[in-house]
């Protein structure tokens, strides 16, 4: 089953821009996770946000939670070459080891 | 290093050739699992496992099994490959715990013809 659905699908910027991607889910959660996929390779894991947290940072990323409209975003400042990549949330619900996975956005950084 | 090694890479099969995809983590992790990702439909659990000896159905089970008879590995078996498992599957594996991360392995791009 399907919870995660990030917004944009895909999404093309400047280096240099700022990139937001969103992530929207369906039940009450234990943590939204983000992951990146560089074309065809294996998820790398980025941030981890708790139920009770609302915002992270790690980096260049900057991560919120809004519970109570079931969302979250991904911010990427300052992007890169480096950042274009597919980037997927996931979600994991109470006592559930079980990651729910989003369709993913694809971002294009334009040199 | 640390890491998830999946092989093969890269396969391609015929209709109802039994095949293996070997998965092996390094970590002493507990908990490990098989997905696959196909286009438009992000990734769906196969199988995953929670210890040795211990395995359970994910979202999308038909066609497949897996086995752990040791902690470290995990293989996915197609006893009977179709045409409809043509996909991209990825081994993950964490510790157990509520907050813990999943490490993937590179991914193995199977065809089935």
């Known amino acids: 089953s399907q919870q995660g659905e990030e917004d944009p699908q895909a999404l093309s910027i400047q280096e240099g821009e700022n990139a937001t991607m969103n992530c929207s889910y369906k039940?009450?959660?234990?943590?939204l996770q983000w992951y990146r996929q560089n074309s065809g390779r294996g998820l790398v894991h980025l941030i981890l946000?708790?139920?009770n947290e609302r915002e992270k940072h790690s980096g260049r990323l900057r991560v919120t939670l809004d519970t109570s409209k079931k969302s979250s975003s991904l911010l990427i400042t300052a992007s890169r070459a480096a950042d274009t990549a597919s980037y997927f949330c996931?979600?994991?619900?109470?006592?559930?080891?079980?990651?729910?996975w989003g369709a993913g956005t694809k971002l294009i950084i334009k040199p | 290093e640390a890491q998830v090694t999946q092989n093969p890479r890269y396969l391609i099969t015929v209709t109802g050739k039994k095949l293996t995809v070997t998965c092996s983590q390094n970590?002493?992790?507990?908990?490990m699992s098989w997905y696959r990702q196909d286009p438009g439909l992000g990734l769906r659990q196969i199988y995953y496992?929670?210890?040795?000896?211990?395995?359970d159905k994910g979202d999308v089970p038909e066609g497949y099994k897996v086995s752990r008879k040791e902690k470290r590995n995990f293989p996915l078996i197609l006893e009977s490959p179709s045409p409809n498992q043509t996909s991209l599957y990825f081994c993950?594996?964490?510790?157990?715990?509520?907050?813990?991360?999943?490490?993937f392995g590179p991914g193995t791009r199977l065809t089935v013809l």
């Open positions: 970590m002493n992790h507990e908990y």
């Open positions: 946000i708790r139920s």
């Open positions: 039940t009450s959660i234990n943590n």
């Open positions: 996931a979600t994991a619900m109470d006592s559930n080891y079980q990651l729910i």
């Open positions: 993950a594996s964490t510790l157990l715990g509520t907050y813990n991360e999943q490490f």
């Open positions: 496992s929670m210890n040795v000896e211990v395995t």
